[in-house]
């Protein structure tokens, strides 16, 4: 008669099988947490280092609990990418895994019947979800009280002291009240310092148990590079990076930047793609897929592929701008090397660096005056507001709008509240805490400062980063750059391939899009123009056109803030810029054979450089737009209400001055795209041939 298996050696079993390693152990603290759990039943705080094995604790637990009979695991989970990998990894030790996100809405209904029915052992979805009424009807009230146990991953998130903190997390402990009594609590997280910890702790509940572990990486060899110049970083990337071994990610700290790598890189014969939240979801699973595949050489990406994200042969982890935080450094260099074979963690840093992380730290949290507004028109609202309706009557972008309202609509007693997709202000008195707000951001200039001194450190690297995350394990690794006293990988770069660099830059010109419809139907009555519903009549729309920069960045655009900014007039040299890039590359047909401006009581430099711009296209030049309004600075306008309102009935054009023939609309910046495309209107309507529109840079903020 065969004895029969304990539960550790159940879960050792499993452990190997998805693992497809019959020699597999478990790891230093692992079992010991899976028995917590499991078998004690405690509520569990893991803080460990990425790669040790959080998620195949919850999933042996997962496992060891519903063979006992226990209910579904939920588990709150923060990314989609995160989400596909662990529905793999869970298939593996026979657990039926299912989602409910906004990329399966096909599969709701089937989902949310099997979870009904008992047919799911771990149900995973976003603490955005949390938030869904539909899913708290259909779901969780048929759950709540039958879950053998709850996770938080990536628990981090739960605090507003944390890095990567998300207010919908903060549901989370309205949703652990609601819980059976004797239901196990796991919270895991790679990146808490002690603040951190001890603000999780508290959140999640009395009697919590905190295990950590040391953070150390023995296979992750770190190396800082100084190299302030972006023609200098792009042309050591593409020159350095096909000499390391395997497959990596580049992260930068902005969409633009990541596009703009991997197109360079693409230019230099290096298999690399672009990577971010504005990729919809079939793309980003079919670039990670190319990484996990080893079908690309790298994926330049922002921060959208970072946490869960699971190649354990990564080779190199490379870092084209400093994270705004040794936190943040942590959690995505720690991707690399996860399957104990060596890999590199490189970072490089930039001018430019301090400028975006400044900005990601002024708008983490809506500032105060943000939030009376929003409160102000609810409150004036008899029959609440939907989002676009409260653009109407406060002078603030949308996603500045959704962030107040996310802020607000979290709490306990919130004074707002959602119904029918308009939201209403609600009897509760608002009081938030702006102290503590000034405060976290004083923490994250703090790391911003930390992140510095990293960058210049001339000691062990990782043990600097285990002392800035708490951990009292903190030692020389032995293998980082300054440990071995030299390069790991070569500091140099190749001058021909800087100037290279130098001028991909100066050519990475984009289009600006026209703009075919209204917002609506009454948009700019002082013009009165026609139109088809929202559609705008095709004889007033503007052709596609081009802006030469992003404001401030390497290319020219440095040159652009410098000239609007600092002199009377724009260099010289964006003239010829234009001159080359309007003729060869842009090449619009028909080609324009008159040029115009868009006019500025403060801002005589716009007619000057039209002017100039003209003369060297061998084009005349008329003035014939002419500002006949007052009006706000256009940049302050935040949203499109606020924006069209600005502009109606602000210019004018002389009619006989107008050509029938294509023209060439100058400007010097441009971001929402309505002056452009009210003054090419104005022109179409004065018998203007194509409005072909130019700008100098474009300036829309800094995204991720």
Known sequence: MSV?????????????????????TFRSGQWKAISDIAIDRETLLLVRRTGWGKSMVYFLATRLLRDE??????????????????IEAAEQIGITAETINSSNRDKWERVEQDVRQGN???????????????????????????????????????????????????????????????APVLATTATANDRVVEDVADQIGPGVTISRGPLTRASLRLQNIEMKSPTDRMAWLAEHVPDISGSGIIYALTVRDARRIAKWLQLQGIDSRSYSGRRNTEERRELESALLNNEVKALVATVALGMGFDKPDLGFVIHYQRPGSVVHYYQQVGRAGRDGNTA??????????????????????????????????????????????????????????????????????????????????????????????????????EEQREMQEYMEHDGCLMAFLQRALDDPHAEPCEICAPCVGEPLVPETVSEDLAIEAARFLQRSELPIEPRKQWPWSDAF???????????????????????????????????????KYQDDKFDERLVKAAKQMIPKRWQPDPFPKWVTCVPS???????????RLAEALDLEFIPCVRKVADNQPQKEMENTEQQTRNLDGVFDVADKQVRNDPVLLVDDTVD?????????????????????????????????
């Not at 519903?533 to 040159?559: C, P, T, Y």
Request: hydrophobic share 35%; aromatic share 8%.
């Open 4 to 24: 029969p298996m304990s539960p550790k050696q159940r879960c050792l079993q499993h452990l190997r099988q998805a693992l497809g390693d019959t020699q597999a």
């Open 69 to 86: 009979g226990a209910g579904p695991t939920l588990l709150i989970s923060p990314l989609l990418s995160l989400m596909r990998n662990q």
């Open 120 to 182: 799911v052992d771990l149900l995973l979805i976003s603490p955005e979800r949390l938030s869904n009424d539909d899913f708290r009807d259909r779901v969780l009230s048929h759950i709540a009280d039958r879950v053998g146990l709850f996770v938080v991953d990536e628990a981090h998130c739960i605090s507003d002291w944390g890095h990567d903190f998300r207010p919908d997390y903060q549901r989370i402990t309205r949703i652990l009240q609601a819980l059976p009594s004797n």
């Open 344 to 445: 590199y963690g490189i970072l490089l840093h930039g001018t430019e660096d301090d400028e975006i992380i400044d900005y990601f730290i002024r708008s983490s949290f809506p500032a105060e005056r943000h939030v009376e507004d929003v409160l102000g028109a609810l409150e004036e609202a008899d029959g609440g507001l939907k989002v676009r309706h409260i653009e109407k009557r406060v002078n603030l972008r949308r996603s500045e709008i959704r962030k107040v309202l996310k802020l607000l609509s979290v709490r306990d007693k919130s004074p707002v509240e959602k119904n029918d997709r308009r939201w209403y202000r609600t009897p509760v008195s608002y009081s938030y805490d702006w102290e503590k707000v000034e405060a976290i951001k004083q923490l994250r200039r």
């Open 525 to 563: 009555p002082t013009y009165g123009w026609e139109n088809d519903g929202l559609s705008m009549k095709e004889n007033l729309q503007a052709e596609k056109g081009r802006v030469l920069s992003i404001w401030g960045d390497a290319g020219w655009g440095r040159l652009v803030r410098k000239g």
């Open 601 to 611: 009581h403060s801002n005589p430099q716009v007619p000057d450089y039209a002017q």
């Open 672 to 704: 929402s795209r309505w002056t452009l495309t009210v003054v090419a209107a104005l022109l179409r309507e004065a018998e203007a041939g194509p409005v072909y529109p130019f700008a100098l840079a474009k300036t829309t903020p800094t995204s991720t």
